[in-house]
């Protein structure tokens, strides 16, 4: 059974910091894209990262650029997402994904996790 759950979020001050995970179970994390997506009430879905453990390449959205880090550790089967400089404009709920195959990006995705909220305070 394929299972993707995320862990990690939290309420964090402004400015502040917070690394999600998201463990993969089921299939083999470097065969898949990995994507990290948010969602905040009331607005679309956004892509915020999209991660090919096989290559290294990752694509960041334009409001996460410099500021959010992805990452994997395939033998642990997890891909994290550090988050620094925390905006208001962050809060939301965080979710991975998981495309096949790894070259397919990730504007679709096969799996989804349960997501953990992120909140983002003054």
């Known amino acids: 059974e394929v299972q993707l759950v995320e862990s990690g979020g939290g309420l964090v001050q402004a400015g502040g910091s917070l690394r999600l995970s998201c463990v993969a179970s089921?299939?083999?994390?470097?065969?898949?894209?990995i994507g990290w997506f948010r969602q905040a009430p009331g607005k679309e879905r956004e892509e915020v990262a999209c991660?090919?453990?096989?290559?290294?390449?990752?694509y960041y959205g334009d409001s996460v650029k410099g500021r959010f880090t992805g990452s994997s550790d395939n033998a642990k089967n997890t891909v994290y997402l550090q988050m620094n400089s925390l905006k208001l404009e962050d809060t939301a709920v965080y979710y991975c994904?998981?495309?096949?195959?790894?070259?397919?990006?990730?504007?679709?995705?096969?799996?989804w996790g349960q997501g953990t909220q992120v909140t983002v305070s003054s």
């Open positions: 991660i090919s453990t096989k290559d290294g390449n990752i």
């Open positions: 089921g299939f083999t994390l470097d065969d898949y894209a």
């Open positions: 994904a998981a495309r096949y195959p790894w070259t397919a990006g990730c504007n679709f995705a096969d799996y």
